[in-house]
Nanobody, 129 residues
């Protein structure tokens, strides 16, 4: 069973930054990885995703309009860990953040939660005003 473990969440003031990490089971095959979030009383929403195309590249990443230019999805090949770098945080970014992954090659942009097989437990990010 593939496991995903998020870390790096917490409390930050508006305008600040946080970096979330997503560690995937060693040896697991991942073809695309996404970040989602869910605020209280709201549905889970897409944040950003990155896909494998012979390598992990920022050119294969996509973002929700609400975070574009502020959030970045990346991968550290040495540590085999994915990241969500969050800058210029706003109170409306407050949510539980989830990383999700899938081993199946699939073209296109993977913004729908149903496309992902494996999910982390989530981690809280709170942005104070």
């Amino acid at each position: 069973q593939v496991q995903l473990v998020e870390s790096g969440g917490g409390l930050v003031q508006a305008g600040g930054s946080l970096r979330l990490s997503c560690a995937v089971s060693r040896g697991a095959v991942v073809r695309y990885l996404g970040w989602f979030r869910q605020a209280p009383g709201k549905e889970r929403e897409f944040v950003g995703t990155i896909s494998w195309s012979n390598r992990w590249s920022s050119s294969d990443s996509n973002y929700a309009d609400s975070v574009k230019g502020r959030f970045t999805v990346s991968r550290d090949d040495v540590k085999d860990t994915w990241y969500l770098e969050m800058n210029s945080l706003k109170p409306e970014d407050t949510a539980v953040y989830y990383c999700a992954a899938d081993p199946r090659p699939s073209p296109g942009v993977h913004t729908a939660a149903k496309l992902y097989t494996y999910w982390g437990a989530g981690i809280q990010v709170t942005v104070s005003s």
